[in-house]
């Protein structure tokens, strides 16, 4: 029979917070990156239009240089990046392929409403070699996805329209309810990127692609409303130790 | 843009069932919603050429044959003498124009272009308009109506700097400034081209005779104008993504025609304005480089045979056709012969990344955030935009909420917010932290990386600490751990706050490049997630606590009720934890307190519902031997 002086103090529980779910998931995805090869760069949230369009063939008169899809600061001098890409460019003209970069972080987009922030965070990758083709990509691609659902995901992929890619695709997977979900978009970098980043287009060729952060959140937490991640509730962080 | 499926079915030499369409539709890149036989497209900004029936049913024949049906009127048009003058041809290089005259408006539409109204859910205008809507729908030209009794004078056409208030046919009055493309008439401008006309020339249902006017501005003219002038225009959203410049004398005499199937036609004159199609556009017939883009192994027959299908000419070179604007490079071809074939049914080939770049030993900001979450803090991500301005805050040319036009110098702003929102919602415990890059204008901008934390209320809710409120002295040990000179600790007055709770606010904000870090720079490590756990959502509706101490004299009976309640878990119950223990030695009684915490997700529970929850919870503890619990009447 145990007395009184046996009995010990009760455990104290864990109270340990907690890394924020985007970033928990974008150092998941930036981790599977760098197993495949991918080296991390980083870059400016306030970039100049040189580097977030012009470099990355998004002309003049493309929509999403518009007043209304994105931020410019300071008497139009300079813009919040509407992408991660213009970081891919910065790091692209300061090397010599073959190079495989990724980067992560936050962009801006001139929208607020039931689904879209004006803040939210990307991911993407980029490699630039001798023989890059379309066929490599859907080969990465594939693999990439597995690592982050798993192996038996169903993938399609979909002709797509990005202004520094070319053949462009958008990929969806297939979700338990039997629904196609938009997840990625990837391609052939346009040859004209890479011109602009001073590499010879006839002997080398590249592959890009990119991921909402977010997405992949919601999807792998089954968290419905995107909005919830910025609320910053403590009743919300701690399910995500 | 919404198309009917039996309208596709007019410009295709097979009957493919409306699903089979949509699955085509998919593999060519068009993305779209199929219900009740009507196709809701979304495309693509590069394929301004698919915004109609004909220009859809185009793209599909490589799957069901593309035929071009339409009946356009052959007959005799007269030479309409026009004073009209373009004065911008660059924004516009050719403008067409037809005058029309009927007897009489009809009372009732044929079938085909009733079914448009009806299915589409497009509002019928007048006689002219309607057919003009038609018309943009059926074959891709936008064209505008003039009511001709009301162009009294000549007519000019011109890109130009305007400050003047602008009626439009639609009774809404826009400020016209910067640089619109006018149609002016008596120095008044009657039009605003490519996008809408002006409410003292339209047509309307008496009109008898009208003046239609067909052209080709170009893409960079028209952009951005219907966001600017808040006006929805469909053939402004044709135009911004480009227009086949070669269709307007075959869309002008299908206008005809569309008229002539519903009345009686007086007088028909039409108005070229002469124009030659810009040298052919050509490319390098290169079948192995597009094998090379791709990685596939197509031959050249295939290649040629799939060009054609798309309506391209091939002779030596590739001839791109008039209404492919998006086509320039080796990298276009390989995509539309990608889409042909099927992004899917490209085989997949394995790819091993080659990487000259070096990896660098770096401070792990990681290690510093998993220090802080070992204390209890949580990582929070705010939004940068912020309502107070400091001497060197980025300001937004264009924010969406003109309060929130600065961007954030200090991350404390937005801290001090999460710390009121979680205690607004009955939270005693509050310990945030934040990791963000920062961005202020000297005379240049930069950028500083910092974090920073908050925290106040009690130091935890275990029962060592529960009594405890959170103060310098426990912030001074974190701090120890991870910067070789520990930086200032703020208090926060809580006098300019929108609270009642009295808990002191700690904040501290550090500057990552100028501190010394005591933690060792090193190759970083991705902390990948093993196991995700399914959220659950969160209540908006507020929580109630009660709190209950048991003196227990049995010592077995205190591991069961521990036990009991570590398992415990029941509907409206958010959180139990035990903030109170206690031994003593001279009367062998064990004191526990524990907490119990309810929140509904549909309502906020009252006094009676908590009531009933707790003698529910309640009850089989009281009934194990020797437990009581003092005052438990009183407290219910």
């Known amino acids: 029979m145990s007395s009184f002086d046996d009995l010990g103090s009760p455990i104290i529980p864990q109270s340990k917070g907690s890394f924020h779910p985007i970033n928990q998931i974008k150092e998941h995805l930036l981790g599977i990156l760098s197993d495949f090869g991918f080296e991390e760069v980083s870059g400016p949230e306030i970039e100049s239009e040189e580097f977030n369009f012009d470099m990355l063939n998004i002309k003049e008169t493309h929509p999403a240089r518009q007043m209304h899809d994105t931020f410019y600061v300071e008497e139009k001098s300079m813009l919040l990046r509407t992408h991660t890409s213009p970081v891919q460019i910065r790091s692209m003209t300061h090397s010599k392929p073959p190079f495989a970069f990724s980067s992560a972080g936050k962009v801006y987009r001139k929208d607020d409403d039931s689904t879209h922030l004006p803040m939210f965070h990307q991911i993407e990758g980029i490699y630039v070699d001798k023989d890059v083709n379309f066929a490599n990509l859907k080969d990465l691609i594939h693999k990439i996805i597995y690592m982050i659902f798993d192996d038996s995901t169903r993938i399609r992929f979909r002709p797509s329209y990005f202004p520094f890619t070319e053949p462009s695709a958008e990929v969806d997977i297939l979700s338990e309810d039997g629904k196609w979900l938009e997840i990625l978009g990837c391609g052939i970098v346009n040859p004209k990127v890479l011109q602009n980043c001073k590499i010879d287009s006839e002997e080398f060729s590249g592959l890009a692609f990119g991921l909402g952060i977010e997405r992949i959140a919601m999807l792998k937490f089954g968290v419905t409303d995107i909005r919830e991640f910025y609320k910053s509730n403590l009743d919300f962080l701690n399910q995500f130790k | ?636």
Do not use: W
Not at chain 2, 106 to 121: A, C, M, Q
Not at chain 2, 205 to 216: H, Q
């Open chain 2, 1 to 636: 843009m919404k198309i009917l499926y039996k309208d596709l079915l007019k410009f295709l030499k097979q009957e493919p069932s409306a699903s089979e369409i949509s699955e085509s539709l998919y593999q060519l890149g068009h993305e779209h919603i199929l219900s009740n036989e009507i196709f809701d497209m979304e495309f693509t900004p590069n394929r301004g050429d698919c915004l109609s029936a004909m220009g859809l049913a185009r793209d599909l024949n490589i799957f069901f044959g593309y035929k071009d049906s339409l009946e356009i009127y052959e007959g005799k048009i007269e030479r309409f003498n026009f004073d009209f003058e373009n004065f911008s041809k660059e924004a516009c290089p050719k403008i067409s124009f037809l005058n029309i005259v009927i007897d009489e408006a009809p009372l009732k539409y044929k079938d085909y272009l009733d079914s448009y109204f009806i299915n589409t859910g497009q509002k019928k205008n007048n006689f002219f308009a309607d057919i003009s809507n038609y018309l943009s729908y059926e074959m891709g030209q936008p064209s505008h109506c003039f009511d001709s009794t009301k162009i009294t004078s000549n007519v000019t056409f011109e890109k130009k700097v305007c400050d003047e208030k602008f009626n439009t046919l639609l009774g809404t009055e826009i400020n016209l400034t910067e640089e619109n493309c006018v149609f002016s008439m008596n120095g008044k401008i009657i039009s605003l081209g490519g996008i809408l006309g002006g409410a003292d020339t339209a047509c309307s249902n008496t009109t008898k005779s009208a003046i239609v006017e067909f052209a080709s501005f170009r893409p960079e003219n028209i952009l951005g104008k219907t966001v600017k002038y808040n006006i929805n225009s469909e053939a402004a959203y044709k135009f911004e993504r480009g227009v086949d410049i070669a269709l307007q004398e075959k869309a002008l005499r299908r206008f005809i025609q569309i008229v002539r199937d519903h009345s009686n036609v007086v007088s028909i004159e039409a108005q070229y304005n002469e124009y030659t199609l810009e040298n052919k556009r050509e490319l390098r017939l290169d079948v192995d480089k597009v094998n090379k883009i791709l990685g596939t192994s197509i031959s050249k027959d295939e290649f040629v045979e799939f060009l054609i299908s798309l309506g391209f000419d091939i002779n030596k070179n590739i001839e791109i056709p008039s209404f492919r604007n998006d086509i320039e490079t080796d990298n276009d071809i390989a995509e539309e012969i990608a889409r042909l074939i099927g992004y899917n049914k490209i085989q997949s080939k394995e790819l091993q990344i080659r990487n000259k770049i070096k990896k660098e030993k770096k401070l792990d900001i990681d290690d510093i955030k998993e220090k802080f979450t070992e204390f209890g803090f949580s990582e929070v991500i705010n939004l940068p935009f912020v309502t107070f301005k400091t001497k060197d805050s980025v300001v937004i040319d264009n924010p969406l909420d003109k309060n929130k036009k600065f961007l954030r110098t200090s991350l404390k702003e937005s801290l001090v917010n999460n710390l009121l929102y979680n205690e607004r919602r009955q939270n005693d415990s509050i310990k945030l932290f934040e990791f963000s890059d920062i961005y202020s204008k000297d005379n240049q901008i930069t950028k500083k990386t910092k974090l920073a934390f908050i925290a106040s209320g009690r130091v935890s809710h275990d029962y060592l600490n529960f009594s405890k409120k959170i103060d310098k002295k426990f912030l001074d040990k974190i701090l120890s751990q991870i910067f070789v000179e520990v930086p200032t600790i703020e208090e926060i007055s809580r006098n300019n706050l929108d609270t009642k709770i009295s808990d002191k606010i700690f904040y501290v904000e550090v500057d990552l490049h100028k501190s010394q870090i005591k933690l060792p720079k090193k190759q970083k490590e991705y902390s990948r997630i093993d196991k995700f756990n399914t959220y659950k959502s969160v209540s908006e509706y507020p929580s109630s606590s009660r709190d209950f101490s048991f003196s227990i004299s049995k010592s077995h009976v205190v591991n069961e009720i521990i036990s009991y309640f570590d398992g415990l878990s029941q509907e409206n119950l958010k959180k139990v934890f035990l903030f109170d223990f206690y031994k003593n030695e001279k009367t062998n009684e064990v004191k526990l307190g524990y907490r119990l915490v309810f929140q509904s997700f549909t309502k906020t529970l009252s006094d009676n519902e908590i009531r009933e929850h707790v003698l529910k919870i309640l009850k089989p503890v009281l009934r194990k031997e020797g437990v009581e619990i003092p005052g438990f009447e009183s407290l219910l």
